[in-house]
């Protein structure tokens, strides 16, 4: 099993829909979990961080957390053609000092006008 | 205020030739990370700093490459002798409490360098 699993995609949703994205990992450890988009030839852009079980929303992005079941979702709002790139989802199974970053495969989300 | 800063943003060197990447972190943040990503293999976390001291190495693969952090803004990787199947592009990151940075925990990427080893 891998430690961080994603749906490969791609992921495809028309304008103005509900994206949603997910990952599970495998470490209970873990305490720490972000979302990060790359487009094309482009480095990782944080766009959310999520430490606790439930739902942080930031504009058009809300991350939902569950440990109980190592679930972590992306949820985009009102998508745009913008939007479409490649999300990874990265779990830090240690704190702070110590850290141990996993990044999943990522998925191709396709916005189509 | 700068981001992550690399350099070279792109080297095509031949095989055997020793490659060195370079790497300034973020101003006030104290740890930095060396990451790879191939289409084959995704983001892999080759090795990171905190405070200029490296804590983890196991994603080192294998002895041609080291990295080093001279100072608390600045870091080497270096591949030597390199090889075809070291072809990628290799990414460093920072983190710390201040900036942007709501967390420790958050890094922030460079924009990275692709690598080409003929």
């Known amino acids: 099993q891998k430690e961080v699993e994603q749906n490969s995609g791609p992921l495809s949703v028309p304008e103005g829909a509900i994206a949603s994205l997910n990952c599970t990992y495998s470490?209970?450890?873990?305490?720490?979990f972000f979302w990060y988009r790359q487009y094309s030839g482009k480095s990782p852009e944080l766009i959310m961080s999520?430490?606790?079980?439930g739902d942080k929303e930031d504009g058009r992005f809300t991350a939902q957390l569950n440990k109980a079941s190592q679930y972590v979702s992306l949820l985009i709002r009102d998508s745009q053609p913008s939007d479409s790139a490649t999300y990874l989802c990265?779990?830090?199974?240690?704190?702070?000092?110590?850290?141990?970053?996993?990044f999943g495969p990522g998925t191709r989300l396709s916005v189509l006008p | 205020d700068a981001g992550v800063i690399q350099s070279p943003r792109h080297e095509v060197t031949e095989m055997g030739q020793e490659v060195t990447l370079r790497c300034k972190l973020i101003?006030?943040?104290?740890?930095l990370f060396w990451y790879r990503q191939t289409m084959m293999r995704g983001l892999e976390l080759l090795i990171y700093?905190?405070?200029?001291?490296?804590?983890?190495d196991s994603g080192m693969p294998e002895d041609r490459f080291s990295a080093k952090m001279p100072n608390a803004s600045f870091s080497t990787l270096k591949i030597q002798p390199s090889e075809p199947r070291d072809s990628a592009v290799y990414f460093c990151?920072?983190?710390?409490?201040?900036?942007?940075?709501?967390?420790?925990?958050?890094?922030?990427f460079g924009p990275g360098t692709r690598l080409t080893v003929l």
């Open positions: 990151a920072s983190s710390g409490t201040s900036g942007r940075s709501s967390s420790y925990n958050e890094q922030f």
């Open positions: 470490d209970r450890g873990s305490q720490s």
């Open positions: 999520i430490y606790s079980n």
């Open positions: 990265a779990v830090n199974r240690r704190e702070n000092y110590g850290q141990n970053f996993v």
């Open positions: 101003s006030g943040h104290n740890s």
């Open positions: 700093f905190n405070n200029n001291v490296p804590i983890d």
